[in-house]
């Protein structure tokens, strides 16, 4: 399922560890990765799949409603993922993600990143079952 986009990593790796906010969009999962980097001593900083947002105006919305004892971030810093799941875990953007919130000192926040690596794991499989069946998606010839 990869392909041969290059992608500089460590650039990617220095937007996670200095961005407030950052989503990644995938090429088949619909959802999003979500990392709120923020926190408070009420809340830790946040690694969640959200729906597609419809504009960058819906993003902010939903991103207060998630998380509305914050002020909104001035940016949100969008990545483009044309890799599969896997491919995150390989190359240490995973990683990334992981330690800058064990770094921060909130360790249970960072052990629940696993079931989102899980959830993602399970929606790439779930879409790529879906493209090889057909279903949800149109073939562009028929037999």
């Given amino acids: 399922m990869d392909n041969d986009f290059l992608l500089d990593d460590e650039e990617i790796k220095r937007t996670i560890n200095e961005a407030e906010v950052v ?6 999962i619909g959802e999003r990765l979500l990392i709120d980097n923020r926190a408070s001593e009420v809340d830790p900083p946040l690694v ?8 960058v105006e819906d993003r902010f919305r939903s991103l207060k409603k998630l998380r509305p004892r914050f002020r909104l ?3 949100i810093s969008a990545i483009w993922w044309p890799k599969s799941v896997e491919s995150m875990v390989n190359r ?3 990683g990334a993600i992981v330690q800058r919130i ?4 909130f360790h ?9 690596l899980e959830e993602l794991r399970a929606s790439e499989r779930r ?3 879906n493209a090889l ?7 562009l010839w028929e037999r």
């Fill in 92 to 94: 240490g953007i995973w």
């Fill in 73 to 75: 971030p001035e940016k």
């Fill in 127 to 129: 879409e790529l079952h």
């Fill in 133 to 139: 069946t057909g279903k949800g998606f149109q073939a």
């Fill in 102 to 105: 064990e770094d921060a000192g």
């Fill in 48 to 55: 969640k799949l959200v729906p597609r947002a419809t504009s």
């Fill in 108 to 116: 249970e926040a960072a052990e629940e990143c696993q079931g989102v």
């Fill in 23 to 28: 989503t990644f969009r995938f090429v088949i």
